[in-house]
């Protein structure tokens, strides 16, 4: 069945460490992938996207995100997190562009000042 | 950028009763518009793909008699809980992707927050 797996259900950090978020998927055949954040009270805003080339992907808010096809994943990271960056993180994935996206079941960051 | 529109933002309704939502893509065209529903502290699950002119295509375990959707232009795609109750009350989030563009992602309405009292 495809799935998407994000093993971090709470992170807490403190301002100016290292994130890293992961993700996994279980999906047949090609597969487009995505994170989405979600800040308090706020709608679901792309932080960045994969659908093919460089593996390495660099998003919105000095995010990035790498593909690792033999692996499955997907893993978001951010070298230094800021108290702003508090919110939910959401791993997606779909087949084709414009249809419908599986979801994680989202990791809650929660960054101290 | 592309703009998902969702309204109303919240609502209040008495059970029994009946709530639209409609979703608004306001600078682009959607063929087709999906319809999400989340339950707090939980992630987005699909209740159904919504299709212009034609019916919608709803996931196992979605009631479509309670959840109506009607896709009735390139623009707006509206969802109907019908006969509401208390476990209806969630979060409900609608995505378009631009039919005019290959290789783009769905954009999201900013949801509505449902309660069934």
């Known amino acids: 069945a495809q799935s998407v797996s994000q093993h971090n259900h709470h992170v807490i950090l403190s301002e100016a460490a290292s994130l890293e978020l992961g993700c996994n998927y279980s999906y047949g055949g090609t597969v487009n992938l995505f994170w989405y954040v979600q800040y308090p009270g706020q709608h679901l805003q792309l932080l960045l996207k994969y659908f093919s080339g460089d593996p390495l992907v660099k998003g919105i808010k000095g995010f990035e995100a790498e593909f690792i096809k033999s692996k499955f994943s997907f893993n978001l990271r951010k070298p230094s997190v800021q108290w702003s960056d508090t919110a939910e993180y959401f791993c997606a994935v779909n087949g084709q562009a414009g249809t419908a996206l599986i979801f994680g079941k989202g990791t809650t960051l929660s960054v101290s000042s | 950028g592309a703009v998902v529109s969702q309204h109303p933002s919240w609502v209040i309704c008495k059970s029994g009763t009946s709530v639209k939502i409609e979703c608004r893509s306001l600078?682009?065209?959607?063929?087709?518009m999906f319809w999400y529903r989340q339950f707090p502290k939980q992630s987005l699950m699909l209740m159904a793909t919504?299709?212009?002119?034609?019916?919608?295509?709803?996931e196992q375990g979605v009631e479509k008699d309670k959840f109506l959707i009607n896709h009735a232009s390139l623009t707006l795609s509206t969802l109907t809980v019908t006969s509401a109750h208390p476990e209806d009350s969630s979060f409900y989030i609608c995505?378009?992707?631009?039919?005019?563009?290959?290789?783009?992602?769905?954009?999201f309405g900013q949801g509505t927050r449902l309660t069934v009292v």
């Open positions: 600078d682009f065209q959607a063929t087709t």
């Open positions: 995505s378009a992707p631009d039919r005019a563009k290959v290789n783009t992602e769905a954009f």
């Open positions: 919504s299709n212009e002119g034609s019916k919608a295509t709803y």
